[in-house]
């Protein structure tokens, strides 16, 4: 696989998107060009684009990164203990959108492709990703259209595809120790090589290229939306379940803490504003009891 290829188109995504955003919100995206200095364990550059305190979206962050290291980290040789302590290279996009206005969702995307040297000398290159929607509100129409645009966009790979990364998001985007879903998913592969390598990045490419038109329509229609103290209230309550599952689960934030990565950047997704609330109910009957009950939970959208 050229890396190079994949770069490109990475950096390419990284820019489409964050422009479109851009031009939603009336703001601009901070452009932040680093590079890992000599002598540390991990080596590359990136660009971390946020866009902060804008008048559509509280906080939007979207990184690209390209690393190399000398060490597989556990988190990345969880289903491949052979590639346990190889030298790898790493690269991908990812982005997380807090909308300020409770109604409109939060949304997270990655695109990522990883590359190690084996022990025979051979490079075995996979891919990984995906996209999942997380409302603070339900909205039926909303969570059929994203559904929607991620099968679409899988389905031309094959059938199969949906419905089971529809099942692996479901899975992952989990927090086990409240068995609770963070939202109402999307789609998440990981590890994935079995279509060779060209054909598995058809794969990514085409989960990148379909997430404006997966998020965009739902947050045009929500973001004007009135709202009130107890919108925003249940809406920074929420936001909490969000930082709990990225620090205690994600893979991809462990990833980059435990190959020294640059924290700054990994952390970018978390929201500017979040509460917690000891052993907080919604009232039945209420919009966001309704949330819980119907939205919050594994079901199918499509």
């Avoid at 989990?174 to 054909?199: A, M, P, T, W, Y």
Wanted: aromatic share 12%; with cysteine.
């Amino acid at each position: 696989m050229d890396t190079q290829v994949v770069r490109n188109y990475l950096t390419s995504l990284q820019s489409s998107i964050t422009t479109r955003i851009a031009n939603l919100d009336g703001g601009s995206f901070l452009s932040d060009h680093w590079h890992k200095p000599p002598g540390e364990p991990l080596q590359g550059s990136g660009i971390t684009q946020i866009l902060e305190n804008g008048a559509v979206f509280e906080r939007a962050g979207c990184g690209f990164s390209h690393v190399t290291g000398p060490k597989l980290p556990p988190s990345a040789t969880h289903d491949r203990p052979e590639l346990a302590g190889a030298p790898f290279e790493a690269m991908g996009v990812s982005l997380v959108f807090h909308p300020r206005n409770p109604y409109a969702p939060t949304v997270h995307m990655n695109v990522r492709m990883l590359s190690a040297k084996a022990a025979d000398g051979q490079t075995v290159a996979w891919f990984g990703g995906g996209m999942d929607l997380t409302p603070y509100y339900g909205f039926e129409e909303d969570a059929v259209h994203f559904h929607q645009t991620c099968k679409d966009a899988l389905t031309p790979h094959g059938a199969h595809l949906y419905p089971r990364f529809k099942a692996w998001c479901d899975d992952y985007f989990c927090l086990k120790h409240r068995n609770e879903q963070r939202g109402i998913g999307g789609v998440f592969f990981d590890d994935f090589s079995e279509f060779g390598s060209e054909k598995s990045f058809d794969v990514l490419k085409s989960v990148g290229d379909a997430f404006l038109s997966a998020y965009m329509p739902i947050v045009e229609r929500r973001k004007d939306t009135p709202y009130g103290e107890r919108e925003r209230t249940h809406q920074l309550y929420r936001r909490g379940r969000y930082v709990e599952f990225n620090l205690v689960w994600d893979r991809g934030t462990h990833f980059g803490l435990q190959s020294g990565g640059r924290t700054e950047s990994i952390l970018l997704s978390m929201p500017p504003l979040v509460s917690w609330s000891y052993q907080h109910q919604a009232q039945a009957g209420t919009p966001e009891h309704d949330l819980m009950k119907n939205f919050i939970v594994k079901r199918d959208w499509v």
